[in-house]
Each structure stands twice: as structure tokens, then as C-alpha cells.
């Protein structure tokens, strides 16, 4: 799904997959403070939106 | 009725002259296929093609359309209220289209124009343009306009008609918003009216497929609806929407709210009659579940149901475009003429 | 290809006459040139309205789902392969069916006959995978065909220019939804489209709804999508439809070396865990 997502020009980095157990606590710190880091440098996503209900 | 000699070597300059009065909609290519689309401001119509891929319906009855908008947000006084979408109805004219088009749109208006109700969005849009046509002198081989209450020159729901001489079209006149939109356009040269007479004759003779419909009236509509023959008719049928969106006569819509964030606009979308989702009722009861049943519904509506109540011919105007671009090849025309046909067992 | 025409009527009418199957799903001749409509014979004094040529494009597996009856099936090297997947996916049963193989040489693009389809000149599968009567010689498959080569293209393009091809692809779009009504693989009892609670879609015409159906689509087709181009050939507006398809059916191969419709005998690789499976995409 990822790489069909970026390949119709969705950017890399602004889908994430992880896996994270319950009891792995620290991992879920670490890949949200990257996933966020990650999309924050990419800034607010603006192909895949759509644009406007009213829009047509 | 007026006739206008269009010299080609004017009409670029008319066309231009309409924009200030009009918007321009005419046929481009698109891809591969001409279709229908506002001209931009340099842009000409393309009058060389067969037929469009799609119809030019969308120009009254666009496939989404807003009706209303609203707000979510309840610190806004009128939220929940719904208030008009703003609309576009200033004077537009369609140029080029093909006859069996326009007699479509005057089937239509049969739908939304009634003694008890006027759908505004349509009305209001048709209202306020002006039809040009352009007759079909090479009609192409899937055209059975003839034997469907139509034809190549066929003038129902036109305002001008255009026949192509070589070097100049002939226009004539058909009603008052067409003669304002030659006069518009300063197309003033006199034109002759006897050309049009033998060449629709050459034109109808050039459509050489035909549908049988004669008995159709006089059937009975249970006894259609129970025939054998749906079944086996419609076993190559996908139920795809591609009959029902390309038809120039197909008018079902379906509502929808769409909302985002807290703003949210009421629009309707072309529906088709051969998805399961049409019927559905609220309950979860669902009249048409079998392929069979939708298909039978199209082809009931079109050749039967609506001869009997409008007594105006076929809900089909012999364009076509289902039989050219149906995947499966479900064929109007065959199954017209096997209702036509149809003698139920007594 | 059209030879073959006399040995499927000759074995049709040999199993609908010996009772073996109640119904034979083939091709009939089309009302309009270089087309042809899917019929089910059911009476062996109808076989002769069968017909086998280069105008066989829609996949006759997709009229098999869910069916009931004995049936024989003309199946070339694509429709095999989803007749395979249909089995694997339990929409119809190997003991209902007598696969009638024909050995293909491709389809000609409805648009320019003078051509093959384009996946029918890449493809490798020619020959139908399983089969019970065959209707003649076995073709050679093709070996040195470059099948990504479009693929691969929009790969080497920028973020914005990926974008932007595919909403030049799919700006034509009117969401008649033959693609999807064509492919024998799309078979739900109510289609994600359909789904009014949730509503996953908008039904109009915006071009985000319209992409994300047909990327939703096609991912619905990931491990199991054949490229037997009925949905491409369906469409009205042809759209290249397969852009979406065909990516993820190279992917497939590449991690999974897999191409869908091949064997009964092995399950999909997106419905089976293995230890080795790739994990690139988890961070």
C-alpha cells in the first residue's frame, strides 16, 4: 500500500507502518517522535486532500 | 423561418463575437474522443467528429452538481440552515450539437418540467441556453436516430440547426433565441433553405440500421416485465454505469451531503439504474438485487414505461453510444426488437 | 486463433449432449465490429452460435462467481489464471468445472486493431495454466518481453510529476465503474463505493473521490490481479487503468516473486505469514 501510495504521488514519509507491541513502550516513543519529525518536515499534506466539499 | 448563410471564413470571427454575450460550450477533443466542454477563450469548436464520446446532457445536468450549502459550526447563527449554492445561469450556448442531443434534452424536459414540478437547477440552466446544432451528414454505423423518433436534421429542442456546405453552414433560424444568437454572433447573410430538404434525405439514407417499435405501445407491461428472455439477455451485462452516463436520456440522480470540517454542501450526482445501490431502501430492503432485474428496469423505462405514460415514442434517440462503448455489448436495438417482438405465451 | 472455434463447439456440444455440464460460458458474435458478448449456451443446438478470435477480450471467469451449476468454461491463458484464483478464493469450485484451454495469441486493442493489447504483447502466460480439454497446440510463451517498462517510468518521476500523471490519467473519468464490474477479481457482495455506513468515498466527481477509488480498487487487486486487461479494455473513456494494477503486480513479483493465478496448490502471499516475509516498509 505504501509504495502504490507514493508511487501515484503521495510523498514518501507521509505514510507510516510500524509494529509495536503493548509492552514495547519505548519503541512507541521513538517511532512516534519520528513519524512526527518526519511529517512536520514535509509540512501540511496538500495533493492527497480534497480541496472542498462545496468545490465541484 | 430564417435561413443564414454562414461563409466559413466568418465563423472563427462570429464565435468570437458570441463570447461577449455568451459562455461558449463546444466539442473538443478530449484524448482520443471529442466531448463537450466550455471553450476557452481562444478556443474554436471542433465541429469535425462523429459524435461526441459523451452527451452533452451535462451542460443542463451536470454529473455533480451543488444545490445547497451549510454550515456544521453552531456558534454560526444559520447553522443547519441550508442556503442556495451560488449558480451560474447567465446566457450560454452549446455549438455543434448533434440532433439526436438535442431531441434528447426535450425528452428530458418531459422529467423535470411538469405541470406540478419545476426542477429548478435544471430548468433554470436550460433555460438559459441557446441550442445550435449541426446536422449529421455522415451519420456513424451504430445510429438508428430514424427509426427512434429522430434523425440527422431533425430540429426538436434545437434553436438554430447548422447543415455544412463545404465553404459555409447554412443556419436556420428555429426560434427566437436562435435568430438573437446569429444576429449576435453578425451572421447576417442570406442563406437558402432548399438545400436542407435533399440533403436530409441523403442522410437519412445513410442510416441503414433500424429498431422495430411499432408494437411496443400495444404490449402489456406485465407480460414484458415476465418474459423469458431477461435472463439470458443480460447474462454478458457487467452493470457498469457506462449505457446509463453516456445516454443523452438518462436523468436519474441521487443526494448526497458532503461535509468537510464544519462546512457542507448538498450536491447531486448522476445515479445509474444498473448498480444495486439505486434500489436500496433505507430499511435494507433491496426490489432489485439480480442483475437481471436492473437491466430489465433500463430497458422497460426507456421502450416501455415511458411511451406509455408520455405516448412521445422512445425514451432513445438513436444515438448510439451505449451500443459503441457497452464492454459487454448489451445492444439497445436487439433488445428493443425483441420486446417489439415479443408475443407472450397465452 | 480462429481455428480454434471447431474444436470448442466440437467438445461444447460433446459435454452439454453427455450431460457432463448443463452450460458452456463462451463468447457469441458481437452486434459491432471487434467486439464480441459473453453468452452461456445451454442447448448443444446452440453451440454453433460460439465464436473464438481476437475479440475475446472481456475474462469469462468473471461470469463464473458464485455459480451453482456444472459449467464449461473457454478459458485462454488469463482467464485460466482467474479461474485459478476463483478456486483458491472459494467463488467456484474445481468440480463444477470442465476448463476448455485455448491456447492464446493475445486480443487486439478494440481502439487500433491493427495492434495487440498492450498486455496481451507482454504477456507470459499465453497458455492456460489449468485446463481439462485443450482446443489446440500449446503456443510458445513469449521470454523476452519487457512487461514494467511503463511501471518503471512513472517510477523515475518526482513526487508532483507522479501526481500529476495520474490526475492527466484519470481526468476522464465518469466512475461508471466498468473497470472494476469487468474484473473477475471484484466480487464483494457490497463494493467499498457502495458502502453507505461508513461512507468511505464521495460519490462525485472530484478528483480526489475519483482517486481514490481507483487506488482503493486496485489495491483490493494486490497479489491476485492477473493483468488480464478486461478493465482497461471495459472502459469507455479509455483510461489506462492497469497504471495502477500493474504496480502493484510488480511489486508482487519482485518481493514475493509471485504472479497471481498460477497454482491451486499455494496460497497468496498477502493472505499467508512466513517468517521471511520482507518488512522494508516497517520502521
Known amino acids: 500500500m505504501k509504495n502504490l501510495m507514493e508511487h501515484m504521488g503521495v510523498e514518501p514519509g507521509r505514510l507510516q507502518f510500524s509494529w509495536i507491541s503493548s509492552a514495547e513502550s519505548t519503541k512507541f516513543v521513538d517511532v512516534v517522535t519520528k513519524v512526527t519529525e518526519s511529517v512536520k518536515a514535509l509540512g501540511p499534506n496538500t495533493n492527497y486532500v480534497k480541496k472542498s466539499a462545496a468545490k465541484v | 423561418m430564417k435561413v443564414i448563410k454562414i461563409d466559413k471564413k466568418t465563423w472563427a470571427g462570429g464565435i468570437n463575437s458570441l463570447r461577449s454575450g455568451y459562455r461558449l460550450i463546444g466539442p473538443v477533443v478530449k484524448g482520443d474522443a471529442h466531448d463537450f466542454a466550455e471553450l476557452a477563450s481562444d478556443e474554436a469548436p471542433d465541429m469535425a467528429f462523429g459524435n461526441t464520446r459523451l452527451s452533452p446532457k451535462s451542460v443542463i445536468f451536470p454529473q455533480s452538481e451543488p444545490m445547497f450549502t ?46 406540478d414540478y419545476r426542477d429548478p437547477y435544471w430548468m433554470d440552466a436550460y433555460d438559459a441556453t441557446t441550442f445550435v446544432g449541426l446536422a449529421c451528414d455522415n451519420p456513424c454505423t451504430t445510429c438508428f436516430c430514424t427509426s427512434a423518433g429522430c434523425g440527422p436534421y431533425h430540429e426538436e429542442g434545437l434553436d438554430v440547426l447548422l447543415s455544412d456546405c463545404g465553404d459555409a453552414y447554412e443556419a436556420k433560424a428555429l426560434t427566437e433565441k436562435g435568430e438573437k444568437l446569429l444576429a449576435a454572433a453578425g451572421w447576417d447573410a442570406e442563406g437558402d433553405v432548399s438545400i436542407f430538404e435533399p440533403k436530409k434525405a441523403d442522410a437519412e439514407a445513410k442510416i441503414t440500421c433500424t429498431v422495430e417499435t411499432g408494437n411496443l405501445r400495444g404490449k402489456n407491461s406485465l407480460d414484458l416485465y415476465d418474459a423469458p428472455f431477461w435472463k439470458e439477455l443480460s447474462f454478458a451485462c457487467i452493470n457498469c454505469g457506462t449505457c446509463t452516463y453516456t445516454c443523452p436520456t438518462c436523468w436519474c440522480f441521487d443526494i448526497q451531503d458532503e461535509n468537510k470540517g464544519k462546512e457542507g454542501v448538498r450536491m447531486r450526482n448522476w445515479d445509474s439504474c444498473m448498480t444495486s445501490l439505486f434500489t436500496m431502501h433505507g430499511s435494507g430492503h433491496n426490489p432489485r438485487t439480480e442483475k437481471h432485474q436492473r437491466f430489465r428496469q433500463r430497458f422497460m423505462h426507456k421502450l416501455k414505461y415511458f411511451v406509455d405514460k408520455y405516448d412521445k415514442g422512445l425514451m432513445c434517440v438513436g444515438c448510439g453510444r451505449c451500443v459503441q462503448q457497452c464492454p459487454a455489448n448489451i445492444d439497445i436495438r436487439t433488445i428493443c426488437n425483441k420486446m417489439n417482438g415479443y408475443e407472450a405465451a397465452s | 486463433m480462429e481455428s480454434y472455434i471447431g474444436k470448442i463447439k466440437e467438445i461444447s456440444e460433446r459435454l452439454l449432449n453427455d450431460g457432463t455440464v448443463e452450460c458452456v460460458v463462451g463468447f457469441r458474435k458481437g452486434t459491432v465490429a471487434l467486439t464480441n458478448e459473453p453468452c452461456m449456451i445451454t442447448k448443444a443446438s446452440d453451440v454453433k452460435d460460439l465464436v473464438w478470435d481476437s475479440n475475446c477480450r472481456l475474462n469469462l471467469a468473471n461470469y463464473l462467481t458464485g455459480r451453482k451449476e456444472k459449467i464449461a468454461v473457454i478459458a485462454k491463458g488469463c482467464d485460466s489464471r482467474n479461474i485459478v484464483n476463483h478456486i483458491i478464493e472459494n467463488k467456484i469450485s474445481r468440480e463444477q468445472l470442465v476448463i476448455i484451454g485455448v491456447p492464446c495469441k493475445g486480443m487486439v486493442d478494440k481502439n487500433n486493431p491493427e495492434s495487440l493489447q498492450s498486455n496481451c504483447a507482454t504477456c507470459t502466460h499465453r497458455n492456460p495454466v489449468i485446463y481439462d480439454e485443450l482446443c489446440g497446440e500449446l503456443v510458445e510463451e513469449q521470454t523476452d518481453v519487457d512487461k514494467y517498462e511503463d511501471v518503471r517510468a512513472v517510477e523515475a518521476m518526482e513526487t508532483q510529476e507522479k501526481w500529476a500523471f495520474f490526475e492527466e490519467l484519470l481526468s476522464g473519468c465518469t466512475r461508471c465503474y466498468a473497470c472494476k464490474n469487468a474484473c473477475p477479481l471484484c466480487y464483494c457482495p457490497t463494493c467499498f463505493v457502495d458502502e453507505s455506513q461508513p461512507q468511505w468515498i464521495g460519490k462525485g466527481t472530484d478528483p480526489i473521490d475519483v482517486r481514490t477509488y481507483h487506488f482503493l480498487r486496485a489495491y483490493h487487486c494486490a497479489g491476485r490481479c492477473t493483468d488480464c486487461g478486461a478493465c482497461e479494455a471495459a472502459c469507455p473513456q479509455n483510461i489506462k487503468v492497469r497504471q495502477f494494477t500493474k504496480k502493484l503486480e510488480k511489486d508482487c513479483n519482485e518481493l514475493y516473486g509471485w504472479e497471481a493465478g498460477l497454482t491451486v496448490d499455494q496460497r497468496p502471499p498477502l493472505d499467508s505469514f512466513k517468517l521471511d516475509d520482507p518488512d522494508k516498509f516497517i520502521m
Open chain 2, 70 to 115: 451549510y454550515s456544521l459550526d453552531e456558534s454560526d447563527p444559520e447553522h443547519h440552515i441550508l442556503k442556495d449554492s451560488t449558480k451560474d445561469y447567465s446566457p450560454r450556448a452549446v455549438i455543434g450539437m448533434r440532433p439526436c442531443d438535442a431531441k434528447a434534452i426535450s425528452l428530458v424536459r418531459m422529467n423535470f418540467d411538469t405541470p
